[in-house]
């Protein structure tokens, strides 16, 4: 019946999910597509708004039964707890924090441009088995979308000193990737005495020749629209297996960058185009893991050495097959280096 349907398996799944909420069907029919939706790459968070979107249509009864179903079923499916949500407030904006709990040392993950913190989802658990781990959504981005304008790097690395501040936390092992590496590179010159190590992932250490560059892809959204820019983002951050399975990671990337505020994303990349953290790397004592993607285009592993060349106790690792989304596109790979990098540390 559904030979000729143009939809994918997992929005087939989703679509039938919606219809038994409509019609008021909790039990194991819901079971049986919730169970469909997961097995053809459908994510946690895609259903979860499936389901609230039909809820608000199908009234209060069905709409806790489906809620109550579906959490069960999606809880049972994962086999973890999801790291605890709140909102926090950081000098100027509110933003998402996504944090695991645990002992010892916390990591701090910092997202890539235009996503948001949900791009850890794949190894969230596996770094939570090391201990305490923490996500947020970065100014403009995520939760905060709609915060006051991003003015440079250093003005991210200081939105990351409220947040330790904010959280308690004294000392941490700080992980960033892309946009987020930048960042991190920020910090630790400004902040070293907060840190206990680093992780830069598929990031640069300066813009460099590429300063015109990377200010043109700002400039081209706002000429285009965010739909111009989409095609060569997922070009540049998964390979092309990626982009034709379109896996939830491909899915997740394109929405965020279509949803994006042209002009957050232009500021984003204006910042970007004036990183420059290469000739002060050498400032930082602590350990460094420069983690770079053999595929990767966007910051090709010659950006990574330079990284881990320019400070005393860095080290260059490289993942093969590696893109520039490591987390979402090689996560057990991915997840496998950095608890490596942790354990090494704190030996």
């Given at each position: 019946?559904?030979?000729?349907?143009?939809?994918?398996?997992?929005?087939?799944?989703?679509?039938?999910?919606?219809?038994?909420?409509?019609?008021?069907?909790?039990?194991?029919?819901?079971?049986?597509?919730?169970?469909?939706?997961?097995?053809?790459?459908?994510?946690?968070?895609?259903?979860?708004?499936?389901?609230?979107?039909?809820?608000?249509?199908?009234?209060?009864?069905?709409?806790?039964?489906?809620?109550?179903?579906?959490?069960?079923?999606?809880?049972?499916?994962?086999?973890?707890?999801?790291?605890?949500?709140?909102?926090?407030?950081?000098?100027?904006?509110?933003t998402l924090v996504r944090d695991t709990g645990g002992d010892g040392t916390p990591i701090i993950l910092i997202h890539a441009l235009s996503l948001?913190?949900?791009?850890?989802?794949?190894?969230?658990?596996?770094?939570?088995?090391?201990?305490?781990?923490?996500?947020?959504?970065?100014?403009?981005?995520?939760?905060?979308?709609?915060?006051?304008?991003?003015?440079?790097?250093?003005?991210?690395?200081?939105?990351?000193?409220?947040?330790?501040?904010?959280?308690?936390?004294?000392?941490?092992?700080?992980?960033?990737?892309?946009?987020?590496?930048?960042?991190?590179?920020?910090?630790?010159?400004?902040?070293?005495?907060?840190?206990?190590?680093?992780?830069?992932?598929?990031?640069?250490?300066?813009?460099?020749?590429?300063?015109?560059?990377?200010?043109?892809?700002?400039?081209?959204?706002?000429?285009?629209?965010?739909?111009?820019?989409?095609?060569?983002?997922?070009?540049?951050?998964?390979?092309?297996?990626?982009?034709?399975?379109?896996?939830?990671?491909?899915?997740?990337?394109?929405?965020?960058?279509?949803?994006?505020?042209?002009?957050?994303?232009?500021?984003?990349?204006?910042?970007?185009?004036?990183?420059?953290?290469?000739?002060?790397?050498?400032?930082?004592?602590?350990?460094?893991?420069?983690?770079?993607g053999a595929q990767d285009v966007s910051a090709p592993p010659l950006f990574l050495h330079a990284i881990a060349n320019a400070v005393k106790f860095?080290?260059?690792?490289?993942?093969?097959?590696?893109?520039?989304?490591?987390?979402?596109?090689?996560?057990?790979?991915?997840?496998?280096?950095?608890?490596?990098?942790?354990?090494?540390?704190?030996?």
């Open positions: 019946m559904n030979a000729n349907a143009a939809v994918g398996y997992h929005e087939w799944a989703l679509t039938s999910i919606a219809v038994l909420i409509a019609m008021g069907d909790a039990t194991d029919q819901m079971d049986m597509y919730l169970g469909a939706a997961l097995k053809h790459g459908a994510t946690e968070a895609e259903i979860q708004d499936m389901v609230n979107l039909a809820s608000a249509f199908a009234g209060p009864p069905r709409a806790i039964n489906a809620v109550r179903r579906s959490t069960d079923r999606l809880a049972a499916a994962r086999g973890y707890e999801l790291p605890k949500e709140r909102i926090i407030r950081l000098a100027d904006h509110d948001d913190s949900r791009m850890w989802r794949d190894v969230f658990s596996r770094l939570a088995a090391e201990g305490r781990v923490v996500a947020y959504d970065l100014r403009g981005m995520g939760y905060a979308r709609g915060a006051p304008s991003t003015r440079s790097i250093d003005h991210l690395a200081e939105d990351l000193r409220v947040l330790l501040d904010t959280l308690a936390i004294e000392r941490a092992d700080v992980y960033g990737i892309s946009y987020g590496g930048a960042v991190a590179q920020s910090f630790a010159i400004a902040q070293p005495h907060r840190l206990r190590s680093c992780a830069f992932i598929t990031t640069a250490p300066a813009a460099g020749t590429g300063e015109a560059m990377l200010a043109a892809r700002g400039t081209r959204a706002e000429e285009g629209g965010m739909e111009s820019v989409v095609a060569e983002s997922l070009m540049r951050w998964f390979l092309p297996e990626a982009i034709a399975r379109n896996s939830w990671g491909v899915r997740f990337a394109r929405e965020c960058v279509r949803r994006a505020r042209i002009e957050e994303w232009a500021a984003a990349w204006k910042a970007m185009s004036k990183l420059d953290c290469l000739d002060r790397l050498g400032e930082l004592q602590m350990p460094v893991l420069a983690l770079a860095g080290e260059y690792r490289e993942l093969n097959p590696g893109t520039h989304m490591m987390p979402m596109e090689q996560p057990d790979a991915f997840a496998t280096e950095l608890i490596a990098f942790r354990r090494r540390v704190g030996e």
